[in-house]
Nanobody, 121 residues
Framework: QVQLVESGGGLVQAGGSLRLSCAAS????????MGWYRQAPGAQRELVAR???????DYADSVKGRFTISRDNAKNTMWLQMSSLKPEDTAVYYC???????????????WGQGTQVTVSS
């Protein structure tokens, strides 16, 4: 099995910064995609940013220029540096990992438990 543990959420004023971390552990052969998603109350979960093993990134238009995703492949860890935060960034942030397990190369796609980010105006 593969598990994801997130940390770094909290309460911050508009214009402030936060850094989220996501650490993967377990029976991991490789992780192809890692990503951050968020879900605000009453809204659908949406992609915030994702990164491949080679470091290629995609960002939601709403966070481009403000958020930066990065990862350490050797440590199976990913970060999301969030700057110039806005009240509309308030949501539960989830990390996601998609890859292969050591056991028979079985595919996995797992989610973290979520971490709350609240931006006050």
């Amino acid at each position: 099995q593969v598990q994801l543990v997130e940390s770094g959420g909290g309460l911050v004023q508009a214009g402030g910064s936060l850094r989220l971390s996501c650490a993967a552990s377990g029976n991991i052969l490789s992780i192809n995609f890692m990503g951050w998603y968020r879900q605000a109350p009453g809204a659908q979960r949406e992609l915030v940013a994702r990164i491949t093993t080679r470091g290629s990134t995609d960002y939601a238009d709403s966070v481009k220029g403000r958020f930066t995703i990065s990862r350490d492949n050797a440590k199976n860890t990913m970060w999301l540096q969030m700057s110039s935060l806005k009240p509309e960034d308030t949501a539960v942030y989830y990390c996601n990992a998609d890859g292969r397990q050591l056991w028979l190369g079985q595919h996995f796609n797992v989610w973290g438990q979520g971490t709350q980010v609240t931006v006050s105006s």
